[in-house]
């Protein structure tokens, strides 16, 4: 069954554009894709959209700019921030609403659902499950059941196998153009891509680590090892690829 809103997906990580437009599609939603914040500035006044999921962090224009014009425009459309940041501002210093709501990274099917009810359907969303699996107190380098509640339900092995090995290689690509030469604000942008990334493929460890080094980073001054830093994100992402790949051989044989 396809509803009858279309949702805009904004994100400039292919690799959480695909995740997240699995849980939609489950939902029976439509969507459309935006890589950067003027891409869905442009979509918006082309298209008629239920709702817009923003994420922050993208070239060209980030999230917030890009809602802030969007609701200019139309006041009535939902633009959902989603981050794996905690302090996403909803208003301006105006007072004026930039986002409609918050939701944080990682999600999955049910708190996207939470949502898309809330906004769309008019319903109260209280009855449905809102977990957020940030993996406190878990120290698995690979969350299969995660990948299991989230994803297996709703498409096959090999779909599935392929996004989560293309997220990893996004990345990867991301890790190798780094540098000790980096400025804190390149390190923090990238740790916190990779913190995103991870919680989607259910990377505990890897999403903890991230998040340890965007905070260190963040507060740091010129002690920061930012080559250790660097080395442990490269190996700890080896590792969840090793760990994924394993885990999908036995499954596809």
Aim: glycine share 6%; hydrophobic share 40%.
């Amino acid at each position: 069954m396809t509803n009858t809103h279309k949702i805009l997906i904004v994100d400039d990580n292919i690799g959480n554009q695909k995740l997240v437009s699995l849980f939609i599609k489950s939902l029976g939603y439509e969507f459309d894709f935006a890589s950067d914040g003027k891409e869905a500035v442009d979509l918006c006044i082309n298209n008629d959209y239920g709702l817009v999921f923003m994420d922050q962090f993208m070239p060209v224009m980030n999230g917030t700019e890009s809602a802030s014009i969007i609701k200019k425009r139309n006041k009535n459309i939902p633009v959902i921030a989603f981050s794996a940041d905690s302090d996403i501002k909803c208003t301006n210093t105006l007072g004026e609403v930039i986002f409609d709501d918050f939701l944080p990274k990682p999600y999955n099917k049910a708190s996207i659902q939470n949502i898309i009810a809330k906004w769309l359907n008019n319903k109260p969303a209280d009855s449905l499950p809102h977990d957020k699996i940030v993996a406190d107190g878990n120290e698995l380098v690979f969350d299969y059941s995660y990948i299991v509640d989230n994803y297996l339900k709703i498409s096959n092995i090999d779909a599935v196998k392929k996004i989560l090995l293309d997220a990893l290689d996004e990345i990867k690509e991301r890790i190798l153009n780094l540098s000790q030469g980096n400025t804190v604000t390149e390190l923090c942008t990238t740790f916190h891509t990779v913190k995103g990334v991870a919680g989607l493929l259910g990377g505990n460890r890897l999403y903890k680590l991230a998040q340890f080094f965007e905070d260190e980073a963040k507060v740091a001054d010129t002690s920061f090892d930012s080559g250790k830093a660097i080395n442990s994100i490269k190996k700890e992402t080896e590792l969840l690829e090793e760990a994924v790949l394993v885990k999908m051989s036995e499954l596809t044989g």
